[in-house]
């Protein structure tokens, strides 16, 4: 089994203004994205061609959102990268360039 593109973990995931979950898992493998709760339980998934991911206006820099199957989710990641050899989950920015470069719309 391939590698997985782009995982983090302990990320923040809502829909409006619902909390689904506060320590879910983001993952993208072989071209598609999951939102996963932190059970490993699937929210949502859908091919990542078909997935809109951007940075809200005026939000912490720590937001992104993400359109699956016509659902808006919000996502709390984190502001920075984590230190290398650190837990924690990636920055919102890495989110948004793994979520184009996997969909082959640059990066």
């Given at each position: ?66 359109d699956v199957n016509g ?37």
């Open positions: 089994m391939a590698e997985p593109e782009f995982t983090a973990t302990g990320v923040r995931i809502g829909k409006r203004l619902r909390q689904l979950t506060r320590a879910g898992q983001v993952r993208i493998e072989d071209g598609r994205l999951q939102l996963l709760t932190s059970y490993g339980s699937e929210i949502d998934s859908a091919p990542v061609q078909a997935v809109r991911a951007s940075k809200p206006w005026f939000s912490p820099e720590d937001r992104a959102l993400a659902t808006r989710y919000t996502l709390t990641l984190n502001e920075h990268d984590p230190a290398p050899g650190k837990p924690g989950p990636p920055s919102a920015r890495r989110f948004i360039e793994a979520v184009r470069r996997a969909a082959g719309r640059g990066g």
